[in-house]
């Protein structure tokens, strides 16, 4: 009998777990009786689209112990997406191009019968474009920043928390030999959702998050009230996308070509500055930066990462294309990616983690 082929890509920025569900999909494949064939495609679509096409075949060896590799053996990118592909012209200036009706064509040539798509919500807008045109495709939900609105979790999240958090327990026994404030910026795009973890399970005493712009006058009440009742430090976690009341994010324009989303970083160096000669103490700010995405996928992240992969290999198997995999209330099941992506998850007023950051008495900036 003539094997089913799936492609596999990973799009967008990395995350640990990616080759934690690069695996499970293979295995679960191998072990649905050998009528599958599953090959990952390198860089995103890239792969596909380049030439020669630059193409993985995947197996139950080649995927062997992949579970606790960081990274993703198929390589990504988060630039170049298909729909608006980047093309120089003879002068040396850059226009795009829509390359998804050759993309489509390229893979009916391979003979893919479904392709996974394990990505955020920039490369599920690209999976919904594409199942539009026709494609068999699956959607498998990944970032560490947990954006994702249809789903309580993305696979990567809770290692990029540990990393922050075990790099604030580091800040704090510093901060605490030299009296100083320390001010840890964290990754997490337009949501809070690694700030406030992290903050909470660092013991952080101020955090502060894109959803709540903060007053900087609370800030500095908050750290002078500390340091007059005799604690001479204090620990803030502030997200990348964190702003003043009246102000904005700090953002810059990328300069890479096909690089679409604003640069975020730098709002813990502003906050520094804010409150240098406001506070007693002296400030030093270390921005973790993309050390939260990189390394080994926490136990937590592993098993989530698998059951995805199974999952996505089943909405295949039951042909249920235009599928994203979601996880809610410890059940796995899938939503329309077109629904997965309409709406952007951010942390709300009534979050019971919001409630019990601030009954710890950790300072929201509000
Ligand atoms: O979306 C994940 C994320 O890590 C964000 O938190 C961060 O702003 C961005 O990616 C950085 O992306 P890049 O890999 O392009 O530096």
């Not at 560490?144 to 609105?149: A, W």
């Not at 406001?278 to 080994?296: M, P």
Request: charged content about 20%; hydrophobic content about 40%; aromatic content about 6%.
């Amino acid at each position: 009998m003539k094997k089913k082929r799936i492609l596999i890509l990973t799009g967008g920025g990395d995350c640990p777990g990616l080759n934690t569900v690069i695996r499970a999909i293979v295995r679960a494949a191998h072990n649905a009786h050998s009528n599958w064939e599953v090959i990952g495609s390198m860089r995103a679509f890239h792969g596909i689209l380049e030439t020669p096409q630059d193409i993985l075949p995947l197996n139950t060896h080649s995927v062997a112990g992949l579970q606790v590799k960081g990274g993703t053996i198929l390589e990504t990118t988060n630039k170049g997406k298909p729909t608006e592909f980047p093309v120089q012209n003879d002068d040396g200036t850059w226009t795009t191009i829509d390359r998804s009706d050759e993309l489509i064509e390229k893979l009916q040539r391979l003979s893919i019968y479904a392709v996974i798509n394990i990505g955020g919500d920039g490369s599920q807008n690209i999976s919904q474009h594409l199942y539009k045109k026709g494609l068999n495709i699956i959607g498998v939900p990944k970032t560490i920043d947990n954006d994702l609105s249809s789903t309580e979790f993305t696979f990567g999240f809770q290692t990029a928390v540990e990393t922050a958090t075990t790099s604030v327990d580091k800040l704090v026994s510093t901060a605490e030999s030299h009296n100083r404030v320390m001010i840890a910026e964290v990754m997490g795009r337009d949501a809070g959702w690694i700030a406030l973890y992290t903050a909470v399970a660092a013991g952080a005493e101020i955090a502060l998050i894109p959803e709540i712009p903060y007053d900087i006058n609370k800030i500095i009440a908050k750290l002078n009230n500390r340091i007059i009742n005799g604690r001479g430090f204090a620990n803030i976690v502030v997200a990348e996308g964190a702003r003043p009341k009246e102000g904005v994010a700090v953002q810059s324009v990328s300069d890479e070509i096909g690089y679409e989303n604003p640069v975020l970083g730098g709002i813990g160096h502003k906050l520094m500055a804010d409150l240098k000669g406001k506070i007693s103490a002296d400030i030093r700010v270390t921005i973790l930066g993309h050390i939260q995405r990189g390394g080994t996928p926490i136990a937590f992240d592993r098993v989530l990462a698998t059951q995805f992969g199974v999952r996505a290999f089943e909405l295949v198997q039951a042909g249920k294309f235009g599928h994203m995999v979601t996880y809610n209330k410890s059940k796995f099941s899938s939503i329309p990616i077109k629904k997965a992506v309409s709406t952007y998850k951010s942390i709300e007023p009534d979050n019971y983690l919001l409630h019990t950051a601030r009954n710890m008495g950790i300072c929201m900036g509000d």
